[in-house]
């Protein structure tokens, strides 16, 4: 199963320009199983993704992307948006301890809103996000590096603000995650590789360092 695990909206995430259902027709043509929804420091309120996902036949599961004051976080299964400034430890030793699973978002992207190296120093950390689809090559195989040499997961995704950004980098899992509470499991398993879309194909296709 093939799913884009970091993706914003135009109603949620003022700097996305990708409405929710055009963005959702656009992962299905690229042949994605499903989609995260990750705004920024918000929950979104969206109602209709059952039809949508009826309508499309690709799933809509629900994260958040939280700025710590150590760079983005991508959480999954957190009860509630933290207040004022979080620690990226804290956060991460949170979503453990509650069941969740926490992805280092473009950990080296030249915006300062990467925990960089910190990545080896966040116990509990379930995956590093090593290929993002905003963030240039070398930053990203950097990423990838690191994070093997401490053994850490990790994942692929578009971080879509734009259609034509979705899907270029996603992450493919060995079974069927139906809930986000699948989603969850299968991310603390480890059982999941980084792709790419080949344009050439029109399939995705594993990652050449």
């Not at 809103?113 to 509990?124: A, H, T």
């Not at 070398?138 to 692929?156: C, D």
Request: negative net charge.
């Amino acid at each position: 199963m093939i799913i884009d695990l970091h993706f914003h909206t135009d109603t949620y995430s003022p700097c996305s320009r990708i409405p929710l259902e055009k963005g959702l027709e656009r992962a299905a043509s690229l042949g994605l199983d499903a989609i995260c929804l990750t705004e920024h420091d918000i929950f979104h309120g969206y109602r209709d993704i059952p039809r949508l996902e009826k309508r499309y036949g690709i799933r809509v599961f629900t994260g958040v992307e939280i700025f710590t004051a150590q760079g983005d976080i991508l959480c999954f299964g957190l009860d509630r948006i933290p207040g004022g400034t979080v620690q990226a430890r804290d956060l991460v030793s949170r979503l453990g301890e509650e069941g969740g699973a926490s992805i280092a978002a473009h950990p080296f992207r030249n915006n300062d809103r990467g925990v960089k190296e910190l990545i080896l120093d966040l116990p509990g950390l379930t995956a590093v996000e090593a290929w993002n689809g905003n963030t240039d090559y070398l930053n990203n195989l950097k990423a990838h590096v690191m994070a093997e040499s401490g053994g850490i997961p990790v994942t692929g995704a578009s971080d879509s603000h734009r259609l034509e950004k979705i899907g270029c980098f996603a992450t493919e899992f060995g079974g069927k995650v139906d809930t986000d509470r699948d989603l969850i499991a299968v991310l603390r398993s480890g059982d999941f590789r980084p792709v790419r879309y080949d344009n050439d194909t029109g399939r995705f296709a594993e990652i050449l360092n």
